[in-house]
């Protein structure tokens, strides 16, 4: 019997770069548990990369899940079940799978999809600052981060507004919420609202990408599963700006120095948003792959039938690729960093991921370059979970 590693506790929650860092001193990989399975944690940024482009590492968990059950199940009190329907997007699938779901929604976030989204964004962004008071404590959160990133995802999948309100809380609560029973049943309520979606785009096609997916299972080039999976996937992974957005605010806070220097440059804030992304990496981990053989990672032997979990949080934190990789410097340029993954299954909306947290940030600061926190940071409430580093709330007073 393999042993686990507790890793998951109120000081990982807060701050889980201490203990990654001592795993990635100590070992090139270590086994946890997470949701009732066995998992390995790969923590060097090397090893993670390697990992992130092994096309035999597999993301489709479907496939093999009763090998995984009999394997690396320890705890069926803690497992999720969640509906088969959510587990058969491009996310979940390999090889030619994989890129025929992965093709059918590129064309969605091509550069020039993306230019074309630029002035809606920036309008939404500052109707949400001309909504905010000055001067007294508002939740950035709440009232801009995941306003900002819902709006702009419902505008670019289809979803009426009047339908906007309830998924954001589903989506936060799948990847975070701290029970088994609250992480099925947003399961079950975004399977429900993606047949919603469905329904609503067959009878009142759009130019949105939900209308597309919807058009596309209709001439057979995806089935009623990967549809449902493929929507639920795209209300979640679109509302990821949030994380970004939010660790962006708390870190720029966190280092006045850098955010005057920020505000002094022309263009400064693309190039900050990659170092948000390095130094506060929404992933702790990224979803967990399946090893059919074993691997063997600076004398750690991982056998086959093992679940992989790659730590982005860490890797982007290794010093044997960033100098110094705990100080947030907003110039640093962090090339290569792994905020958006790395390999096929690469983030395919990490552009539209840039150009929203790059706009929220700017527009904040320009209009507000003395804001303050409402309270100490270390006081800034982050979601449990294992895999998202998401701020919960951060009060702020603008000025």
């Given at each position: 019997?393999?042993?686990?590693?507790?890793?998951?506790s109120r000081e990982f929650m807060r701050d889980p770069y201490p203990a990654l860092r001592q795993i990635q001193r100590e070992r090139a990989a270590v086994p946890v548990e997470?949701?009732?399975?066995?998992?390995?944690?790969?923590?060097?940024?090397?090893?993670?990369?390697?990992?992130?482009?092994?096309?035999?590492?597999?993301?489709?968990?479907?496939?093999?899940?009763?090998?995984?059950?009999?394997?690396?199940?320890?705890?069926?009190?803690?497992?999720?079940?969640?509906?088969?329907?959510?587990?058969?997007?491009?996310?979940?699938?390999?090889?030619?799978?994989?890129?025929?779901?992965?093709?059918?929604?590129?064309?969605?976030?091509?550069?020039?999809?993306?230019?074309?989204?630029?002035?809606?964004?920036?309008?939404?962004?500052?109707?949400?600052?001309?909504?905010?008071?000055?001067?007294?404590?508002?939740?950035?959160?709440?009232?801009?981060?995941?306003?900002?990133?819902?709006?702009?995802?419902?505008?670019?999948?289809?979803?009426?507004?009047?339908?906007?309100?309830?998924?954001?809380?589903?989506?936060?609560?799948?990847?975070?919420?701290?029970?088994?029973?609250?992480?099925?049943?947003?399961?079950?309520?975004?399977?429900?609202?993606?047949?919603?979606?469905?329904?609503?785009?067959?009878?009142?096609?759009?130019?949105?990408?939900?209308?597309?997916?919807?058009?596309?299972?209709?001439?057979?080039?995806?089935?009623?599963?990967?549809?449902?999976?493929?929507?639920?996937?795209?209300?979640?992974?679109?509302?990821?700006?949030?994380?970004?957005?939010?660790?962006?605010?708390?870190?720029?806070?966190?280092?006045?120095?850098?955010?005057?220097?920020?505000?002094?440059?022309?263009?400064?804030?693309?190039?900050?948003?990659?170092?948000?992304?390095?130094?506060?990496?929404?992933?702790?981990?990224?979803?967990?792959?399946?090893?059919?053989?074993?691997?063997?990672?600076?004398?750690?032997?991982?056998?086959?039938?093992?679940?992989?979990?790659?730590?982005?949080?860490?890797?982007?934190?290794?010093?044997?690729?960033?100098?110094?990789?705990?100080?947030?410097?907003?110039?640093?340029?962090?090339?290569?960093?792994?905020?958006?993954?790395?390999?096929?299954?690469?983030?395919?909306?990490?552009?539209?991921?840039?150009?929203?947290?790059?706009?929220?940030?700017?527009?904040?600061?320009?209009?507000?370059?003395?804001?303050?926190?409402?309270?100490?940071?270390?006081?800034?409430?982050?979601?449990?979970?294992?895999?998202?580093?998401?701020?919960?709330?951060?009060?702020?007073?603008?000025?």
């Amino acid at each position: 019997m393999i042993a686990t590693t507790k890793l998951m506790s109120r000081e990982f929650m807060r701050d889980p770069y201490p203990a990654l860092r001592q795993i990635q001193r100590e070992r090139a990989a270590v086994p946890v548990e997470n949701g009732g399975f066995r998992m390995w944690v790969v923590t060097r940024y090397a090893d993670a990369r390697r990992i992130l482009a092994d096309p035999t590492l597999q993301r489709d968990l479907v496939k093999h899940r009763r090998a995984i059950v009999a394997q690396n199940l320890v705890d069926d009190e803690r497992r999720p079940k969640l509906p088969r329907e959510l587990r058969r997007s491009m996310l979940d699938q390999d090889g030619a799978d994989h890129l025929r779901l992965r093709r059918l929604v590129s064309a969605f976030f091509s550069p020039q999809r993306l230019a074309a989204l630029r002035p809606a964004i920036a309008a939404e962004a500052g109707d949400l600052l001309d909504a905010l008071p000055t001067n007294v404590p508002v939740d950035v959160i709440s009232n801009y981060a995941r306003p900002l990133a819902a709006t702009c995802l419902g505008d670019l999948l289809g979803v009426p507004p009047d339908a906007r309100r309830e998924f954001p809380d589903w989506e936060t609560a799948i990847l975070t919420a701290p029970s088994r029973q609250e992480v099925e049943q947003a399961g079950r309520s975004l399977a429900s609202f993606a047949g919603v979606m469905i329904e609503e785009k067959r009878a009142r096609p759009r130019d949105d990408l939900f209308s597309e997916l919807v058009q596309d299972a209709e001439r057979g080039v995806m089935d009623h599963d990967e549809l449902i999976s493929m929507i639920t996937l795209l209300l979640i992974a679109g509302m990821e700006p949030t994380s970004a957005v939010g660790s962006g605010v708390l870190t720029l806070l966190d280092h006045p120095g850098q955010l005057a220097a920020v505000l002094a440059r022309p263009d400064g804030f693309p190039e900050c948003v990659e170092e948000v992304l390095r130094f506060e990496t929404p992933f702790r981990m990224l979803t967990p792959r399946y090893l059919d053989h074993p691997l063997e990672l600076d004398g750690v032997t991982i056998p086959a039938g093992e679940l992989i979990l790659v730590s982005t949080g860490a890797a982007n934190r290794d010093p044997d690729r960033f100098d110094d990789p705990d100080e947030f410097r907003a110039d640093r340029c962090p090339r290569g960093h792994l905020g958006f993954s790395h390999g096929a299954h690469r983030c395919l909306g990490a552009q539209l991921g840039r150009l929203e947290t790059t706009i929220a940030l700017e527009a904040l600061f320009t209009r507000f370059p003395r804001t303050r926190s409402a309270g100490a940071s270390d006081g800034a409430r982050w979601r449990p979970g294992m895999f998202m580093r998401r701020l919960d709330s951060l009060p702020v007073v603008l000025a």
